[in-house]
């Protein structure tokens, strides 16, 4: 008895194949704008407001918000100026001012630097140094200098101040009185003098002994106006 056999081939073993049908999804502009509106950001407030937001799409509240952290800003900056400014004037009334008390210190050293009889008790120009009153900072020039400033009954300014200077040969104290007159735009001087122990006191200026009111023949001594 013979078996027929048949040959095996694949479409015999494979099932059928059937036509599957792919769909895609499309995005339409109804629905990214469903996707834009869901999409929540996160709310304004005066700590997180980066200005990113437009003003058109705050809220009231959020708009608030933005408007003090704007005026928080804006009070800030303002602070800042008038700290500023206010540095600013106290350097320049202490420090640069040709009126300043460190200006005139400036000029009174200089002075005492180049006359001749400070110098005789002092020594050399070059050696002689200048500073306030004796602080525990070893550092001259951060120890303050002596001062009043004032007006009298007549509206006239009064600088008064005095400080130390050390030479080679000698030790001294200088003595300072200026007065700007009412209606005067500069100091003038009272007196300036020197004072050093063992010595006899010096003057370089000395309004007692000067003629007033520009009259060559007339000066003031011991409180009297002589002819």
Same mark, same amino acid.
Do not use: C
């Given at each position: 008895?013979?078996? &027929? &056999? !048949?040959?095996?081939?694949? =479409? =015999?073993?494979?099932?059928?194949? !059937?036509?599957?049908?792919?769909?895609?999804?499309?995005?339409?502009?109804?629905?990214?704008?469903?996707?834009?509106?869901?999409? !929540?950001?996160?709310?304004?407030?005066?700590?997180?407001?980066?200005?990113?937001?437009?003003? =058109?799409?705050?809220?009231?509240?959020?708009?608030? =918000?933005?408007?003090?952290?704007?005026?928080?800003?804006?009070?800030?900056?303002?602070?800042? &100026?008038?700290?500023?400014?206010?540095?600013?004037?106290?350097?320049?009334?202490?420090?640069?001012?040709?009126?300043?008390?460190?200006?005139?210190?400036?000029?009174?050293?200089?002075?005492i630097k180049k006359d001749p009889a400070c110098l005789a008790v002092l020594g050399d120009a070059k050696k002689i140094t200048a500073h306030g009153e004796e602080t525990a900072n070893k550092w001259r020039r951060a120890r303050p200098i002596a001062s009043t400033h004032n007006a009298d009954a007549k509206g006239n300014d009064h600088l008064v101040m005095n400080f130390y200077v050390e030479g080679p040969l000698n030790n001294g104290v200088v003595h300072v009185h200026l007065i700007k007159r009412a209606g005067h735009h500069e100091f003038e001087y009272k007196y300036l003098f020197l004072n050093v122990k063992g010595h006899q006191r010096i003057y370089l200026e000395n309004a007692d002994t000067k003629p007033l009111n520009g009259d060559s023949k007339k000066f003031r001594l011991f409180g009297v106006n002589w002819n």
């Open positions: 008895m013979k078996l &027929l &056999l !048949r040959p095996i081939t694949a =479409s =015999s073993i494979a099932p059928p194949l !059937r036509p599957l049908l792919v769909q895609r999804s499309y995005a339409t502009h109804r629905d990214l704008g469903k996707n834009s509106t869901t999409t !929540r950001r996160k709310a304004v407030t005066p700590f997180n407001d980066n200005g990113f937001v437009p003003w =058109s799409e705050l809220s009231a509240a959020e708009k608030a =918000s933005r408007a003090t952290q704007q005026t928080f800003n804006f009070g800030l900056v303002v602070v800042g &100026l008038v700290l500023t400014g206010g540095v600013g004037y106290f350097l320049y009334q202490d420090v640069f001012s040709p009126d300043s008390k460190t200006a005139y210190f400036n000029r009174v050293v200089d002075r």
